[in-house]
């Protein structure tokens, strides 16, 4: 029996050390090296001061700014710590009512108010919008800006990343990337 727990014992210190430890070391090690960015949270610095991240969304609200999709993540949403949906059914009436008040506060003309604009993503940070919720804000931007039309909507253009690997998912923008760049105009 003594010699069964000794056996037993030696098999998790070794597993403990391989799987809590070698593993997690050797993980850690290779994506600093190989993903230095990625790994450790993709910030975004400027003038020596991290402004974001590229990989969570941030609340914009100012008219000459490309505005986020909704978040429901924490109280204020985006707030990285409750990272979540609104566990709301599509035919919850608050959902209905959320997205009816969204909407209506976005329509400005008789184009569509782009899906992503009025709706969450799933964890309530997602820092991206469709290049058509992108395109529905360019007129706003550009009147709040003083700015050419043309010339915001060039940077949205140049700010859409493409299908990764060509065809996963879908277009999109990244709006913390896209709000930089305008403010680093002349």
Do not use: C, W
């Amino acid at each position: 029996m003594l010699n069964s727990l000794r056996q037993v014992g030696g098999f998790l210190l070794l597993m403990t050390l391989i799987t809590g430890v070698l593993y997690p070391a050797v993980v850690t090690g290779a994506a600093q090296l190989l993903f230095k960015h990625a790994a450790n949270g993709s910030l975004i610095e400027r003038e020596g001061k991290v402004v974001g991240s590229a990989l969570i969304g941030q609340n914009f609200s100012g008219e000459g700014y490309f505005h986020p999709r909704p978040s429901s993540a924490g109280k204020d949403g985006y707030d990285a710590a409750a990272s979540s949906g609104s566990n709301l059914g599509v035919a919850t009436k608050s959902l209905n009512e959320a997205i009816a008040q969204r909407v209506a506060a976005l329509r400005h003309d008789d184009r569509p108010v782009p899906a992503d604009l009025a709706m969450a993503s799933g964890s309530g940070l997602d820092p991206h919008l469709s290049p058509s919720a992108a395109a529905y804000q360019i007129d706003r931007v550009a009147n709040a800006r003083k700015l050419p039309r043309e010339r915001v909507e060039t940077l949205v253009k140049q700010h859409t990343e493409g299908r990764q690997l060509g065809f996963l998912g879908e277009p999109r923008v990244n709006v913390l990337a896209l709000n930089l760049a305008l403010d680093a105009l002349p």
